[in-house]
């Protein structure tokens, strides 16, 4: 497995474990970036990876929320905050109220012109250098909502994406829409490059839907057919994975 020295595997039994390593590791760079800088910039994931990860955060201790910056990673084009299956209404929900009102908080707004959403964004982000981005892996190994074949170049911070249908699919699987026909066909995600450039990145990846995704992430060349796979390239990246989502792991285990 072709990866920088930064690129750590850590192993769990399950995703409560798993979210409570990482949950516990993020805070510590949170802290150590108030304590370091005065203030601390954040990338935040949603999903189901992310459930016991995002509490474990939160319920952590000493974290100075008024100091720190967050941004997050994608939002569907076109869907209503009140939606079950809204990012911004996720983290509203399991994060933003739960504490203290941070220094700043940079949402996507899917129901924006998607073009200046990206440009707002964009010119909001290039204030800040992200001290670490929680993120996950998707079933077709997608990092963020940057589907295969993923742009591995574009310098944009923010770009409009097609989602393919196995993106889609597992949006639905996991009871966010009621129908496929109600998962949108477009998003807004941040870009690779742009998730490369955080000085810290942890990436949570629980249950055995991912197995595969993860396999072919760390164990075929890294490719953007395998968007996830570009970790390894980072300098300090840190992949939980619990026993399921590790289960077809060979060489790299």
């Not at 990866?3 to 760079?29: C, W």
């Not at 100075?64 to 997050?72: G, I, L, P, R, Y």
């Not at 742009?194 to 595969?212: L, Y």
Request: charged share 25%; proline share 4%.
């Amino acid at each position: 497995m072709n990866t920088n020295a930064g690129f750590k595997i850590h192993y769990t039994d399950d995703p409560v474990s798993l979210g409570r390593m990482a949950g516990e590791q993020a805070a510590a760079v949170i802290k150590q970036a108030i304590a370091k800088q005065g203030t601390a910039s954040i990338i935040l994931a949603t999903g189901t990876s992310q459930f016991e990860t995002l509490n474990r955060l939160i319920a952590e201790p000493d974290i100075d929320w008024t100091k720190v910056t967050m941004f997050h990673l994608d939002e569907y084009i076109g869907l209503s905050i009140t939606a079950k299956a809204s990012f911004r209404k996720y983290l509203k929900e399991r994060v933003l109220d739960k504490v203290p009102a941070l220094q700043k908080v940079h949402l996507i707004n899917g129901e924006n012109d998607p073009v200046e959403e990206c440009k707002m964004l964009s010119a909001a982000l290039a204030k800040h250098l992200i001290d670490v981005a929680l993120v996950g892996i998707g079933e077709n190994g997608h990092l963020a909502f940057n589907d295969p074949p993923a742009d591995f170049e574009t310098l944009d911070a923010y770009i409009i994406v097609q989602l393919d249908e196995a993106c889609r699919k597992q949006q639905f699987n996991e009871g966010w829409f009621t129908s496929m026909e109600q998962v949108p066909k477009q998003a807004i995600s941040m870009s690779i490059q742009q998730i490369m450039k955080a000085k810290a990145i942890i990436c949570s990846v629980p249950d055995g839907r991912k197995a595969e995704a993860v396999r072919n992430c760390l164990e075929e060349p890294i490719s953007n057919l395998y968007p996830a796979s570009i970790l390894r390239k980072h300098a300090d990246c840190s992949l939980y994975l619990d026993k399921k989502a590790a289960s077809l792991l060979g060489n790299s285990k």
